[in-house]
Antibody, heavy 121, light 113 residues
């Protein structure tokens, strides 16, 4: 069974940093592009970032470029999102999600339950 | 960036009736080399992550009831629920995966009338 379990969400002050993790199981993690998608309270879905199978190619939404870094450890089957210079508008549930199958330019078929980041003083 | 615009923002339909949600992209998401539309539909129920319903604009994912149908090409797409069931109450999002940044529509809230 495919499982994605996010962790690391917390209450952080503006300007602070945090790292989110997503533990993957039930599939060959090292062959799938992975994504982070966020959802502010009561708002819609916003794509944040994606990473290719070995971490050599990454993409970011303009709103997080230069502040967030996506990475992965295929030996640990874990996806990460390092978030720096956090702002109030980064407050959201952060989901990790998997590509539909190995390859790029695909929809997202499995999602974790999400982890909540709150940025507030 | 490709802007995805859904209509309506909310929709109330009687049980057993048809529900139609539209999605328009600011540029074509049809990839000419394989004639595929890089458009997906997701369903999100309260407190749950999104669920992929439709990929490539019209391919129903495994386990998705056949009352859900995706159609359209290029820039204009439609998700149709042929006979609304109580469990279909949810938010529905379209998403383009033609290029980054992947973008979602703003969502359509589907309720029972």
């Amino acid at each position: 069974e495919v499982q994605l379990v996010e962790s690391g969400g917390a209450l952080v002050q503006p300007g602070g940093s945090l790292r989110l993790s997503c533990a993957a199981s039930g599939f060959t993690f090292s062959t799938y592009w992975m994504h982070w998608v966020r959802q502010a309270p009561g708002k819609g879905l916003v794509w944040v970032s994606r990473i290719d199978i070995d971490g050599s190619n990454t993409d970011y939404a303009d709103s997080v470029k230069g502040r967030f870094t996506i990475s992965r450890d295929n030996a640990k089957n874990t996806l990460y999102l390092q978030m720096n210079s956090l702002r109030a508008e980064d407050t959201a549930v952060y989901y990790c999600a998997r590509n539909l199958r190995p390859g790029q330019w695909l929809p997202l078929d499995y999602w974790g339950q999400g982890t909540l980041l709150t940025v507030s003083s | 960036d490709i802007v995805m615009t859904q209509s309506p923002d909310s929709l109330a339909v009687s049980l057993g009736e048809r529900a139609t949600i539209n999605c328009k992209s600011s540029q074509s998401v049809l990839y000419s080399s394989n004639n595929k539309n890089y458009l997906a539909w997701y369903q999100q129920k309260p407190g749950q992550p999104p669920k992929l319903l439709i990929s490539w604009a019209s391919t129903r994912e495994s386990g998705v009831p056949d009352r859900f149908t995706g159609s359209g090409s290029g820039t204009d797409f439609t998700l149709t629920i042929s006979s609304l069931q109580a469990e279909d109450v949810a938010l529905y999002y379209c998403q383009q995966h033609y290029g980054t940044p992947y973008t979602f529509g703003q969502g359509t809230k589907l309720e029972i009338k």
